[in-house]
C-alpha cells in the first residue's frame, strides 16, 4: 500500500461504500504490519477475511499508545506526538514518520468546515499544549497560523491582557477572527466580559487541565458565550493519537470529514454497537492514521445525535471498560 497514495484517495471520500473499500484495505494492511494492533487481533481471535464492513472491525484501545510503539517495525526512533500528563504519569505517543499526511488532513479538514486560512486572523490560546513538547494541537495550530498569512495571527500563552486589546482592535476592523482556545483559558480569558464580535469564532478544546473543574458542555457554552457576547460556540474534537478531528459548529454537536468516522461501542460489551442514541464508548476511524491504527476506542463517552454526528457525554469512570485490558504483549 502506498501511503501517499493512500490518503489523497481518503481525502476525496464522497459516500459509504468508497469508506467501507479503504477503511478494509487499511484494515486488512495494519493488521500485519502494526504488530500491536495484529498482537491484540491475534489474542482476540479475529478472522481477517470475514470482516467486510467497518463496523466488524476491532477497535484498539487507546491506553495501547501508551504501552505500545503502535507503528510499523522502523519507525519507532522516528518523529512522534505526545499526549499530555501530570509528573510521573505515562503518556501516549503517536509516531507519524511522515507529517505531510497530518498536515493534509487538517488542511483538507479545516477548509471543509470554515474555508481557507487566509479568510481569517488565527489566534491560538493554548498554554499547557504551548508549555510541553510533542503537541499535535500546537503543530496544527502553527501551520494554521502560517497560512492564514495575517501579522496579528499568532500563539498566546498567559497574556490575557494583551490578547483582548488585540481583539478589540480586530474587532473595530471588523476583521475576521478565529480564535482556538483551551478551555481553561477561554474562561481566563473572558473572565471580564468582551464582545467578541460577529466577527469572531471562538474555538474551545482540550477541556480544563485540572485547572479547573470540569463543566458539562452547554453549561460551559453558556458562560463562554455570555462572557463573550458570542452567539455560539465552536468545538473541535482531536486527540494525539488521531490524525483528524471533528468540529462542532453550534451546540456540541460533532461531525466528522468523510474519511472519519465515530461509533458508539455498548458500554458492557465493547465489541457491540450502540444503535439508537443510547451513550456509549466514542470509537473512531480515522483513515489518515496509516502508520499506527485508524481504529481507536478512546476512554470518551459519546452518543449519536443524527447519521454522522455525535456528542460527548464526558470521559469513563477510571478510564476502564471492559475489554480494554486484553492487549498482550510479544
Same mark, same amino acid.
Given at each position: 500500500? &502506498?501511503?501517499?497514495?493512500?490518503?489523497?484517495? !481518503?481525502? =476525496?471520500?464522497?459516500?459509504?461504500?468508497?469508506?467501507?473499500?479503504?477503511?478494509?484495505?487499511?484494515?486488512?494492511?495494519?493488521?500485519?504490519?502494526? #504488530?500491536?494492533?495484529?498482537?491484540?487481533?491475534?489474542?482476540?481471535?479475529?478472522?481477517?477475511?470475514?470482516?467486510?464492513?467497518?463496523?466488524?472491525? %476491532?477497535?484498539? %484501545?487507546?491506553?495501547?499508545?501508551?504501552?505500545?510503539?503502535?507503528?510499523?517495525?522502523?519507525?519507532?526512533?522516528?518523529? +512522534?506526538?505526545?499526549?499530555?500528563?501530570?509528573?510521573?504519569?505515562?503518556?501516549?505517543? @503517536?509516531?507519524?514518520?511522515?507529517?505531510?499526511?497530518?498536515?493534509?488532513?487538517?488542511?483538507?479538514?479545516?477548509?471543509?468546515? +470554515?474555508?481557507?486560512?487566509?479568510? +481569517?486572523?488565527? *489566534? !491560538?490560546?493554548?498554554?499547557?499544549?504551548?508549555?510541553?513538547?510533542?503537541?499535535?494541537?500546537?503543530?496544527?495550530?502553527?501551520?494554521?497560523?502560517?497560512?492564514? @498569512?495575517? %501579522?496579528?495571527?499568532?500563539?498566546?500563552?498567559?497574556?490575557?491582557?494583551?490578547?483582548?486589546?488585540?481583539?478589540?482592535?480586530?474587532?473595530?476592523?471588523?476583521?475576521?477572527?478565529?480564535?482556538?482556545?483551551?478551555?481553561?483559558? =477561554?474562561?481566563?480569558?473572558? &473572565?471580564? %466580559?468582551?464582545?467578541?464580535?460577529?466577527?469572531?469564532?471562538?474555538?474551545?478544546?482540550?477541556?480544563?487541565?485540572?485547572?479547573?473543574?470540569?463543566?458539562?458542555?452547554?453549561? =460551559?457554552?453558556?458562560?463562554?458565550?455570555?462572557?463573550?457576547?458570542?452567539?455560539?460556540? @465552536?468545538?473541535?474534537?482531536?486527540?494525539?493519537? *488521531? *490524525?483528524?478531528?471533528? +468540529?462542532?459548529? !453550534?451546540?456540541?454537536?460533532?461531525?466528522?470529514?468523510?474519511?472519519?468516522?465515530?461509533?458508539?461501542?455498548? #458500554?458492557?460489551?465493547?465489541?457491540?454497537?450502540?444503535?439508537?442514541?443510547?451513550?456509549?464508548?466514542?470509537?473512531?476511524?480515522? =483513515?489518515?492514521?496509516?502508520?499506527?491504527?485508524?481504529?481507536?476506542?478512546?476512554?470518551?463517552?459519546?452518543?449519536?445525535?443524527?447519521?454522522?454526528?455525535?456528542?460527548?457525554?464526558?470521559?469513563?469512570?477510571?478510564?476502564?471498560?471492559?475489554?480494554?485490558?486484553?492487549?498482550?504483549?510479544?
Amino acid at each position: 500500500m &502506498n501511503p501517499s497514495s493512500f490518503i489523497d484517495r !481518503a481525502l =476525496l471520500i464522497s459516500g459509504e461504500d468508497s469508506f467501507n473499500e479503504m477503511a478494509l484495505e487499511l484494515f486488512r494492511y495494519q493488521s500485519t504490519n502494526i #504488530l500491536p494492533y495484529a498482537s491484540y487481533l491475534n489474542y482476540l481471535k479475529t478472522d481477517i477475511n470475514s470482516i467486510n464492513h467497518y463496523s466488524q472491525i %476491532p477497535f484498539l %484501545p487507546v491506553t495501547v499508545f501508551k504501552t505500545h510503539d503502535v507503528t510499523e517495525v522502523g519507525n519507532e526512533t522516528g518523529f +512522534y506526538f505526545s499526549s499530555s500528563g501530570t509528573t510521573g504519569q505515562v503518556t501516549s505517543k @503517536h509516531f507519524v514518520p511522515d507529517k505531510t499526511i497530518y498536515e493534509k488532513s487538517f488542511l483538507k479538514c479545516f477548509e471543509l468546515f +470554515y474555508g481557507a486560512p487566509d479568510k +481569517y486572523c488565527i *489566534l !491560538a490560546l493554548l498554554p499547557s499544549y504551548l508549555e510541553r513538547s510533542g503537541s499535535s494541537l500546537v503543530y496544527m495550530a502553527d501551520r494554521l497560523i502560517k497560512e492564514s @498569512h495575517h %501579522p496579528d495571527s499568532g500563539f498566546y500563552l498567559h497574556n490575557y491582557e494583551e490578547l483582548r486589546i488585540k481583539i478589540h482592535k480586530l474587532n473595530e476592523q471588523r476583521t475576521p477572527v478565529f480564535l482556538l482556545g483551551v478551555t481553561y483559558a =477561554l474562561l481566563d480569558l473572558f &473572565n471580564e %466580559p468582551l464582545a467578541a464580535g460577529s466577527n469572531m469564532i471562538i474555538m474551545e478544546t482540550g477541556g480544563m487541565k485540572g485547572k479547573r473543574a470540569e463543566l458539562i458542555k452547554p453549561e =460551559l457554552h453558556h458562560i463562554l458565550k455570555k462572557q463573550s457576547g458570542a452567539n455560539v460556540i @465552536h468545538s473541535e474534537y482531536g486527540m494525539t493519537e *488521531l *490524525l483528524s478531528q471533528a +468540529y462542532a459548529v !453550534a451546540d456540541g454537536i460533532f461531525t466528522t470529514p468523510p474519511w472519519m468516522k465515530v461509533l458508539i461501542g455498548d #458500554l458492557h460489551d465493547p465489541f457491540s454497537k450502540v444503535a439508537d442514541e443510547s451513550t456509549g464508548v466514542i470509537q473512531v476511524i480515522d =483513515l489518515a492514521n496509516i502508520h499506527s491504527c485508524a481504529f481507536i476506542a478512546t476512554q470518551d463517552l459519546g452518543r449519536n445525535t443524527s447519521e454522522g454526528r455525535f456528542e460527548i457525554m464526558g470521559r469513563m469512570d477510571h478510564s476502564e471498560w471492559r475489554g480494554c485490558n486484553l492487549m498482550v504483549t510479544e
